[in-house]
T-cell receptor
Framework: GIQVEQSPPDLILQEGANSTLRCNFS?????LQWFHQNPWGQLINLFY???GTKQNGRLSATTVATERYSLLYISSSQTTDSGVYFC??????????????FGTGTRLKVLA | SQTIHQWPATLVQPVGSPLSLECTVE??????LYWYRQAAGRGLQLLFY??????ISSEVPQNLSASRPQDRQFILSSKKLLLSDSGFYLC????????????FGPGTRLTVT
């Protein structure tokens, strides 16, 4: 199956700093999502981005499918950005759906 | 709009007791449904997924089972819990054929003592 690796595993930032999180995957994909898990455990959808670039406020993401990686950019970080960021890759199944493989996550802490 | 519910939110159960966690989706029909487990400080592990009533695919053979008795209901069960079953259990849905995104419920935090 597809392997998904994320880096760095941990990141500490001062409020206002920028950061880049990386997701590498071992095979070609046509389904990739980024999530933020808040301190209460809720998984929040950030981007569905199998290829190309998307932006949403201070967050943006880029996936280069041919080179098997995706990047999540956080600009002007705020304390509310703290939590764990996951990349998930969808792998097609014989039943016509996707099953999702998650990376191990990047734990971000933003200091005031 | 679609909403996904999970209950209970937290659960403390003794070793050897049975388990039943429920997940329901509102505002859609024929969703693909998923159960994940997250151990403390770890990533998400896919346990089961379902494309329709009575159709269950298992990803990890273990002490758990899943059932889908109704279109928008997904149940995770165990006959006898083990200490290693402790974790955060998340249900997710995807609208088959319309969207490739999955959306997560609030989760159930299970502690086996």
């Amino acid at each position: 199956g597809i392997q998904v690796e994320q880096s760095p595993p941990d990141l500490i930032l001062q409020e206002g700093a920028n950061s880049t999180l990386r997701c590498n995957f071992s095979d070609s994909v046509n389904n990739l999502q980024w999530f933020h898990q808040n301190p209460w455990g809720q998984l929040i959808n950030l981007f569905y981005i199998p290829s190309g670039t998307k932006q949403n406020g201070r967050l943006s993401a880029t996936t280069v499918a041919t080179e098997r990686y995706s990047l999540l950019y956080i600009s002007s970080s705020q304390t509310t950005d703290s939590g764990v960021y996951f990349c998930a890759v969808g792998e097609g199944t014989t039943s016509g759906t996707y099953k999702y493989i998650f990376g191990t996550g990047t734990r971000l802490k933003v200091l005031a | 709009s679609q909403t996904i519910h999970q209950w209970p939110a937290t659960l403390v159960q003794p070793v050897g007791s049975p388990l039943s966690l429920e997940c329901t989706v509102e505002g859609t029909s024929n969703p693909n449904l998923y159960w994940y487990r997250q151990a403390a400080g770890r990533g998400l592990q896919l346990l089961f997924y379902s494309v329709g009533i009575g159709q269950i695919s298992s990803e990890v053979p273990q002490n758990l089972s899943a059932s889908r008795p109704q279109d928008r209901q997904f149940i995770l069960s165990s006959k006898k819990l083990l200490l290693s079953d402790s974790g955060f259990y998340l249900c997710a849905w995807r609208l088959s054929g319309r969207s490739d995104e999955q959306y997560f419920g609030p989760g159930t935090r299970l502690t086996v003592t």
